[in-house]
């Protein structure tokens, strides 16, 4: 007898350590529910082939689950099965190592369902294995096969988008309504826009109404005083959508939307659609032209108010931004700021700000050369900068992680609702849908970039307190030197922004590091 040394596991040489225990759940699934009133049916001939390829794998440990999964007379288009949901209790639960299925298709019918369900259980450490397909995912080759699918279904998913594009583009091209929010002066019928006689009497009464006015923000106080709104509508799906009150931005595009004239947008083409007008060209046209006026500057009310101050000033009571305007009366022309809201809104829509425009600027300049004169004033606002700058900096990385969330989670809905209309065909909900997601995710991101923008001049705009002291004790002996524009350009150097509360008599100066820097750089430079 020839004797044997202990291994160090504790087992002779001659014997085989035991493989690792792989817990194996056989799913089984039938469409329809025939013949499973019989003794061995479809699902018990599914759950002896899935036994009989584990049996093959005992070595390495494939034990078969005695529970039974089986879901007779359900669909694969949809996940929504009671036996699957079991068996994922079981997963989420740690009870199951390897989920088989006689065929992929008995899984799911969905590929991309089907994938989303594979990557879900990966994450969660379970395999997923095909008897038929040999479809496995707890080997190389078989990890391989499925990112060869996921490829194959990003392509198909970027070309059911493509697709439904080039419809909706097909579609509007012969004049057809392809679905969204009905315009005002039209309701949706059967899929086309049928006039609404009242909001059709009001849509040209707005046109009338900015021809005599002249202007948007004119146009929208009147309209917010006869208590127009826009469109109210209600979905296939009974969701109410209640109009909003009227903005300069909205009346633009209800003023540009070609629908009105007959009109629709394919691409970047105007076709004929197949609704009636209801303005007349003529009015359309002269509309346009004085929309086109006042793009080009050619307004000269606007282009000729000299405001050391345009685009600093803030709305204390609603933030909006404040813009320079002007009344004349006997020859004599007075400039002031006015809240952006008022001028969109009417008066009543922001108790706030209108402000003499002379007195707001000579006020701001001597906050600045009082700064100057005084040293303990200079160290207390570059204090109050440097905190805010600190402070500000915090905020935009906080904001970030709510964003990149945001973004994670619009980006899984624009792909289920993809997948939907991949199944199921362009519906008008689920088309209406995608694109609100999509506005969604466009936005987020928007928003990430300029956070992360805003960021970076952070980092850039840091001065030291020396600059800080010199480009505001200069200032009053550099003011006096400096043409109107010249002195424009000095106050947009150092402020970022001014707040006013008018009725509150309260001015905020919010001075801008990197300008300061630029004014202090420059007035150490040689005169020559």
Not at 213 to 229: H, I, Y
């Amino acid at each position: 007898m020839i004797a044997t040394k202990p291994h160090r596991n504790g087992l002779a040489n001659g014997a085989a350590a035991q493989p690792k225990l792989v817990r194996v759940a056989a799913y089984t699934r039938k469409s329809t529910e025939e013949g499973l009133d019989q003794k061995f049916n479809t699902l018990d001939a599914q759950r002896e082939a899935i036994a009989a390829f584990v049996n093959s794998q005992e070595e390495n440990g494939w034990r078969l689950l005695a529970d039974r999964f089986d879901d007779g007379g359900y669909s694969g288009a949809n996940l929504n099965r009671p036996a699957l949901k079991r068996l994922l209790v079981d997963v989420e639960a740690g009870k199951v190592d390897v989920l088989a299925t006689y065929r992929l298709d008995r899984l799911s019918r969905n590929q991309f369902e089907l994938l989303g369900l594979i990557d879900s259980l990966a994450k969660r450490g379970v395999a997923y294995m095909s008897v038929v397909e040999r479809f496995d995912t707890s080997t190389p080759m078989g990890r391989f096969g499925l990112q060869m699918m996921g490829a194959v279904a990003e392509l198909e998913r970027a070309q059911v988008s493509e697709r439904t594009r080039d419809k909706i583009r097909a579609t509007r091209r012969k004049g057809m309504w392809t679905g969204g929010h009905p315009p005002l002066g039209y309701d949706v019928v059967e899929k086309r826009l049928v006039v609404n006689p009242n909001e059709a009497a009001r849509v040209r009464a707005t046109f009338e109404l900015f021809i005599a006015q002249g202007a948007l923000g004119a146009t929208v106080e009147e309209l917010c005083r006869r208590g127009w709104r826009q469109k109210s509508w209600v979905t296939r799906a009974k969701t109410e959508h209640v109009g909003g009150p009227f903005t300069k931005s909205i009346l633009q595009a209800l003023l540009t939307n070609p629908v009105y004239v007959g009109k629709l947008r394919a691409g970047d083409e105007l076709v004929d659609a197949q609704h009636p007008a209801i303005v007349e060209p003529g009015l359309w046209d002269a509309v346009q032209a004085r929309l086109k006026q006042r793009a080009t500057g050619l307004m000269p009310y606007r282009s000729r108010i000299g405001a050391l101050l345009s685009g600093l000033v803030h709305c204390g009571r609603c933030r909006s931004s404040m813009h320079a305007n002007y009344s004349q009366k006997r020859g004599r022309r007075t400039t002031y700021y006015v809240c952006a809201k008022i001028q969109k809104q009417g008066a009543a829509a922001c108790p706030g700000s209108r402000v003499s425009a002379a007195k707001l600027e000579a006020f701001v300049v001597d906050q600045i050369r009082a700064i100057g004169r005084d040293p303990a004033l200079v160290r207390a606002s570059f204090e109050a900068l440097h905190a805010d700058h600190v402070a500000r900096k915090a905020e935009l990385e906080l904001a970030l992680a709510p964003l990149a969330e945001s973004r994670k989670r619009l980006t899984k809905a624009r792909r289920n609702l993809q997948d939907a209309i991949a199944a199921s065909g362009p519906q008008p909900g689920l088309t209406d849908k995608l694109a609100e997601v999509e506005r969604g995710l466009a936005e987020a991101v928007e928003a990430a970039e300029r956070h992360r923008a805003e960021l970076a001049l952070l980092e850039a705009d840091a001065i030291d307190e020396a600059d800080f002291r010199q480009a505001l004790t200069d200032f009053t002996e550099l003011w006096a030197e400096l043409f109107p524009a010249e002195r424009a350009r000095v106050l947009r150097l150092l402020i970022a922004k001014v707040t006013v509360d008018a009725p509150a008599g309260d001015v905020r100066l919010d001075l801008r590091p990197s300008g300061v820097k630029v004014l202090a750089n420059e007035q150490k430079e040689p005169v020559e």
